[in-house]
């Protein structure tokens, strides 16, 4: 049995256990050939099983460090060695004194939005070095993120990394992973290629800044990994640009999501106050926007006890196995686009109340724009409904909205009506909704005159 003071392939003697997680068991060691402090993980069986389920464990073993000896990054912890012995599998890695970034959520709930943006950052960094190497590191999530206590962030657990165009599913068919953490194509048994690194990313940064992974939380991963495979992301309750860019590496479709330079050249843009780049037409025109659905969270339940509790720990480790039948595709809440030129029957008269709406083009290119519109309770109430009406430009329409309904496009009127999850405003506060435009290439987005109303009586 593996025990502090335990000699690891005849040269790395185990010194402590610095660190336990799904994953296994991580201990301070010295490597004696070299004399120098390593970290040795040790994998639990069930982790070992899945990275060995294609292939014999020592093939496997010798794979994943071949891989991992192309990574020379100063945000990725540098994996020097590979042991199996034994029948356990032992990752030898660079020590660092550091916490996770799980941890430290565990504490402060979640981050400032400037400390998330450098986080993100030096991630990025690291990522985009290992795309440009053809690895995706396939499992981005907080508890892989070390933070050092002077700032520094690198990210581990390239171990179950693999050369792009390689599938997601393990030959014992498993999914390699965290559901909470998952793209909707990797959930849904696709190729976890590098745009899933860059969802799972965003989905890190969306749960630093708002506290909760995208698709919320559950004692049952099933359900997570059914909400990741439907894409039903929880609405960011944050505004703002660092939001914005979230939303970017949030797109249900891999083809719409930036690429990992492009992520870093955002999150650079909101580290330096600068506009975003605007988005690619090819990429927005033809898309759907990221579902915003809002999802009841359950009461927690009692932890599971015996075979029934090990099974759940064991199917959190390792994704889940595949033979659950999963129907992706539901149908959006707050991307509903009705035909071109359809009407809607005229709201009923809104009860009194006082409400703005600010509108403000944040990204434009040559055959689109897209706007934020914040809509402003001036009252002292709070209201339980709202709509936004304008007339666009001639030659103009809306494709696609988010965190709001278009009820409304009938020619060049425009209404969008609040979202169930932002339909409350309290008495001098704010919500926004955002939405993407396409328009003539010759022609000026414009700034239209904006109407507010209160559709639900104040209380």
């Known amino acids: 049995m593996t025990g502090e003071q335990a000699l690891i392939g ?62 020379r990054h100063p945000h990725v912890v540098l994996v020097y060695d590979v042991v199996d012995e034994d029948d356990t599998l032992y990752l030898i ?34 990522l985009a070095a290992a795309h440009e190497a053809e690895i995706v590191h396939r499992d981005v999530t907080p508890a892989n993120v070390l933070v050092t206590p002077t700032g520094v962030v690198k990210i581990a657990d390239f171990g179950i990394a693999r050369a792009q165009g390689q599938s997601a599913i393990t030959g014992g068919g498993i999914i390699a992973g965290t559901p909470a953490y998952l793209a909707p194509e990797v959930a849904n048994g696709g190729v976890a290629g590098a ?45 703002g640009p660092l939001a914005d860019v979230l939303v970017r590496m949030l797109h249900r479709e891999p083809a719409g999501r930036p690429v ?12 330096d106050d600068r506009a975003l780049p605007p988005l690619e037409p090819a990429a927005v025109t033809p898309r759907p926007a990221t579902r915003m659905i809002r999802i009841r969270l359950p009461k927690r339940r009692p932890a599971m006890t015996g075979v029934a509790g090990v099974a759940g720990v064991a199917l959190v480790v390792l994704g889940v196995l595949i033979g659950i039948a999963i129907r992706p595709g539901s149908t959006p809440v707050a991307a509903l686009l ?105 022609a000026s987005p414009g700034q239209p005159i904006l109407t507010c109303q209160i559709l639900a009586a104040p209380r």
């Open 195 to 239: 745009p899933a690194d860059v969802f799972s990313l965003g989905a890190t940064l969306y749960h630093a800044l708002e506290g909760t992974p995208p698709f919320g939380t559950d004692d049952n991963p099933i359900a997570v990994l059914i909400r990741a495979a439907q894409d039903e992301v929880v609405p960011p309750r944050h505004t």
């Open 260 to 271: 990992m330079t492009e992520v870093q050249d955002l999150l650079g843009a909101v580290l």
């Open 93 to 126: 890695m660079e020590y660092l004194p550091s916490r996770s970034l799980a941890d430290v959520l565990a504490e402060r709930g979640s981050l400032p939005a400037d400390e998330v943006a450098v986080i993100g950052s030096q991630l990025a960094s690291a």
């Open 338 to 442: 009705p035909p071109r030129g359809s009407a809607t029957s005229a709201p009923a008269a809104p009860p009194p109340g006082d409400c703005t709406a600010r509108y403000a083009v944040t990204d434009s290119w040559s055959a689109g724009y897209q706007v934020l519109v914040t809509v402003q309770n001036t009252g002292r109430t709070g209201i339980a409904g709202w709509q936004v009406s304008w007339t666009l430009p001639a030659g103009q329409h809306i494709q696609q909205v988010w965190n709001g309904l278009l009820s409304t496009q009938d020619g060049p009127a425009v209404t969008v009506a609040n979202a169930d999850w932002n339909a409350r405003v309290d008495a001098v506060s704010s919500t926004t909704f955002g939405l993407i435009a396409v328009k003539p290439a010759t």
């Open 10 to 71: 005849g040269r790395y003697r185990l010194q402590g256990e610095v660190g336990r997680g799904a994953m296994g068991v991580v201990w301070q060691a010295r490597d004696e050939r070299l004399d120098r402090v390593v970290a040795v993980k040790q994998l639990s069986r069930d982790t070992a099983m899945a990275a060995a389920a294609d292939g014999p464990p020592t093939t496997r073993a010798e794979r994943e460090a071949q891989l991992a000896a192309r990574l």
